[in-house]
């Protein structure tokens, strides 16, 4: 076995492990998975991902489902990159 297959050995178990556990810690963090409230809601609504009281995430979701009928231009767009001969 060459040296470079023994130092695999080795490094890939720890990187792993390393993920497991810091995966675990955040997963036990406090906050995980439970919706903001009092001084955390008012810092939450307070930063520039909410907009009109809809967060970012709900309007990138809107956008993406929402009617993409009259989408298209009228007339057919000029290619930028491609060169007048």
């Known amino acids: 076995m060459s040296r470079r297959s023994k130092e695999m050995l ?6 792993i492990g ?20 009092g001084d955390r809601l008012a810092h939450v609504e307070a930063t520039p991902m909410f907009a009109d009281d809809r967060s970012v995430v709900s309007v990138a979701i809107s956008n993406l489902l929402r009617n993409r009928d ?8 000029r290619d930028v990159m491609r060169r007048e001969a």
Not at 10 to 15: H, K
Not at 70 to 77: N, W
């Open 10 to 15: 080795i490094v890939l178990p720890a990187v």
């Open 18 to 37: 390393a993920l497991v556990v810091g995966a675990c810690a955040e997963i036990e963090h406090p906050q995980c998975g439970r919706r903001p409230a």
């Open 70 to 77: 009259g989408l298209t231009p009228p007339v057919p767009m």
